[in-house]
């Protein structure tokens, strides 16, 4: 949703994005070095990006969202509240960061739900899920 807002020599450039009207994550990452900081999910942003920050800041400024603020389209993401990847405390950071710069943004923390409940069909917390993505589809 913000790829639009990518400076013309950063690798994952292109001169007309596909043009979002909203996005959202599951227990996203939207912090890359944060994340590494913190241990969001082990070391798993070193390893995507295959280097620390210190060593490649384009490529964590490239693949950070929050690093792209504001969107100028709504967000909305969720997390379980028992997970212990992606804790609920790492995106309420973000979400704070993304409405300081003027995005309109929605946290759902599902209680009760873990990591991976979130993607399993017949829980509470996919049916979470599943009415977020309708109410964002039908809300443009």
């Known amino acids: 949703a913000a790829r639009h807002r990518l400076p013309s020599d950063r690798p994952l450039w292109v001169p007309k994005p596909l043009r979002m009207r909203g996005g959202g994550a599951l227990a996203g990452i939207p912090d890359l070095a944060t994340a590494l900081a913190q241990q969001v999910c082990g070391d798993a942003a070193a390893q995507l990006l295959q280097a620390m920050p210190e060593e490649q800041p384009v490529r964590y400024a490239s693949g950070s969202p929050v690093a792209l603020l504001p969107f100028g389209v709504s967000q909305h993401h969720i997390v379980g509240e028992a997970d212990e990847i992606v804790p609920s ?5 973000y979400v704070a960061e993304a409405e300081a710069a003027g995005d309109a943004v929605q946290l759902t923390i599902v209680p ?29």
Do not use: I, N, R
């Open 89 to 93: 405390s790492y995106l309420e950071g």
């Open 112 to 140: 009760e739900a873990a990591h991976f409940e979130l993607v399993v069909p017949g829980t509470g917390a996919f049916e979470t899920v599943k009415t977020a993505v309708f109410q964002q589809l039908l809300a443009g």
